[in-house]
């Protein structure tokens, strides 16, 4: 029980004298003694020390994206060791006659997949497809509709 004590109040301390001194890290604070002398230890790799204090991570501009229950466009999927390069080929070939549409090359073990847009609707998706068919027949009968979590920009 003393020891939880203890450990919280170094956590705390260690908080607290984080939030006032903003210009050295986290793991530098914590390293330090506090007013008991007890010092916390962390081993972690090098590559996530220097990405502590560095911010957010993501992209600024998903602050105004919102994921949906929608539909994309499946245009390649492959099981095979060159499955990757020929999912990344075909998203470029896409790309060169609808540069304004998201790809997505996706892994889900042991599938490479390819799918493209984000549709709200069965239908948006269904009127897309008929156009990628007419400018890429070669991909025709790859395609079809699934249901997946679509990117919706917000005002």
Do not use: C
Request: aromatic share 10%.
């Amino acid at each position: 029980m003393k020891l939880k004590i203890v450990i919280m109040f170094v956590f705390i301390a260690g908080i607290s004298s984080y939030v006032g001194a903003q210009s050295k890290s986290i793991l530098e604070e914590l390293a330090r003694p506090n007013e008991a002398g007890a010092v916390v230890t962390i081993n972690s790799d090098s590559k996530i020390n220097a990405l502590i204090g560095k911010g957010n991570f993501f992209d600024p501009a998903a602050e105004n994206e919102l994921l949906v229950k929608g539909y994309r466009i499946q245009i390649y999927s492959g099981n095979q060791r060159q499955s990757r390069d020929e999912a990344n080929a075909k998203a470029k070939e896409f790309k060169e006659y609808f540069p304004n549409t998201a790809t997505y090359v996706k892994y889900t073990a042991p599938i490479w997949r390819l799918r493209v847009g984000d549709f709200q609707t069965n239908e948006e998706a269904v009127f897309f497809m008929q156009e990628m068919k007419k400018k890429l027949p070669s991909l025709g009968s790859e395609m079809y509709i699934v249901s997946d979590e679509v990117k919706v920009i917000t005002e």
